[in-house]
Structure formats: C-alpha cells, structure tokens
C-alpha cells in the first residue's frame, strides 16, 4: 500500500534561518504525482507544488525549493530565510492510480512549522 | 476567480441532529472530494465524484453519512444523525480533467463542524 512519512511533527527555527521539511513514500507504481500544500492557522489547504515521477528536476520558487529524489523515495521542501508567515502545517501528498482505475490522494500526517521573531 | 465555496463555514449542533454541508466546486472542474480532517486521524477521503458521479466512496464512514451531486456546480454532504465524533473540519476539494492522478485539488475553506 502506498505511503507518505512526514517525520518531524514540529519544527520551530527563528526567522531568517533556512529549513527542510521532510517527506518520505512508498508506492510500487512508477507513474505516481507528488504534492506539497500549506495549512496556515487560518485553516484552508493551499497548493503549492505538483511533480510526477519521471521529473526529478528541483524546483525553486522564491524562497521555497523542491529536492525529489527517487532513489532514496524522498520529496523534502526547502525554506530559505523563513519568515513569520511561513508559520503553517504543511503537508505532503502521494496520488496514484488505484487497481479500481480511480486513483486517491495520500497525504502524510504534516509537519507544523513554527517561525519565531 | 472563485476558489471552491464550502458553506456553512463552522456548524454547531447537537447529538442526533442532521447536519448538511454544502459545496461549490471551481467552474468548469469535473472532480469533486470530500475529506474529513482530525486530530487523531489527519486528512482523510470520503468520498469522490467526477462528472457528478460518485467514483469512490469507500471512504464513507458509515450509513450515516452520505453525499451527493445534483450537478456539476453543487455538492452536498450529510450526516444523519450526527455523534459527538463527528466534529471535524470537513473539506470540499476539485480539479479539472476526469479524475486524473496528476490533476491538482484545489481545496476549500473548510467546514468546522462541532456535535455536542
């Protein structure tokens, strides 16, 4: 059955320092998407990033940078000079296709990130 | 452009009552999900439509809860009789294309829903 580990439960750096938010998976597919969305404390789902399995190019946006690595199953999250804002839980998904021909998310169990000033 | 509009946004009601919570998708998105978020449990699926036609329900906690989708701009899921461990936050997401498994969910506010 597929899989996503997010190992740390909670992180608190101070602002400005840089920090790397973990996410581990499994799955047996080889065509599969993976998913990064923040859930600041006012509660909504925000999407920030979608990579498939066959791109394992990083990615950078702003401040936040993307490593996937298939080989060691990992997709961790990168926030460079954090700010207050940044203060969320973050979560990590898998999607893949199912036998049934539909397909589902699976989302990790989050990582709440806390910036301090 | 709207985002996907859940209403309402935080429900209090008591042991028993039936409970209805509502949901617009994005226009012109196919896909529609309905999650459940918990402490205990996180983030999980309930149900899924795609064309209005629920794909997967398997989610569904019990008969007490069901969902439907009239068409394809309405969504609605109940809970009959509602239990104290119904409170959650209750989410409504959709994406484009036919369900898709690279298809993004856009996900909306929440409902946060309290059964005393």
């Known amino acids: 059955a597929q899989k996503v580990t997010q190992a740390q439960t909670e992180i608190s750096v101070v602002e400005k320092e840089d920090v790397t938010l973990d996410c581990v998976y499994e799955?047996?597919?080889?065509?599969?998407?993976l998913f990064w969305y923040k859930q600041p404390p006012s509660g909504e789902l925000v999407f920030l990033i979608r990579?498939?399995?066959?791109?394992?190019q990083n990615e950078i946006s702003g401040r936040y940078s993307w490593n996937f690595q298939k080989s060691t199953s990992s997709f961790n999250f990168t926030i460079t000079a954090s700010q207050v804002v940044d203060s969320a839980v973050y979560f990590c998904?898998?999607?893949?296709?199912?036998?049934?021909?539909?397909?589902?998310?699976?989302f990790g169990t989050g990582t709440r990130l806390k910036v301090l000033a | 452009d709207a985002g996907v509009i859940q209403s309402p946004r935080h429900e209090v009601t008591e042991m028993g009552q039936e409970v209805t919570l509502r949901c617009k998708p994005i226009?012109?998105?196919?896909?529609l999900f309905w999650y459940r978020q918990t402490m205990m449990r996180g983030l999980e699926l309930l149900i899924y439509?795609?064309?209005?036609?629920?794909?997967?329900d398997s989610g569904m906690p019990e008969d007490r809860f069901s969902a439907k989708m009239p068409n394809a701009s309405f969504s609605t899921l109940k809970i009959q009789p509602s239990e104290p461990r119904d409170s959650a936050v209750y989410f409504c997401?959709?994406?484009?294309?036919?369900?898709?498994?690279?298809?993004?969910?856009?996900f909306g506010p929440g409902t946060r829903l309290l059964v005393l």
């Open positions: 997401a959709s994406s484009s294309a036919s369900a898709a498994i690279g298809e993004t969910q856009y």
């Open positions: 799955t047996r597919d080889t065509t599969y998407y």
């Open positions: 990579r498939n399995s066959f791109d394992e």
């Open positions: 998904a898998l999607s893949e296709a199912l036998t049934s021909g539909t397909y589902k998310y699976i």
């Open positions: 226009s012109g998105h196919n896909s």
């Open positions: 439509f795609n064309n209005n036609v629920p794909i997967d």
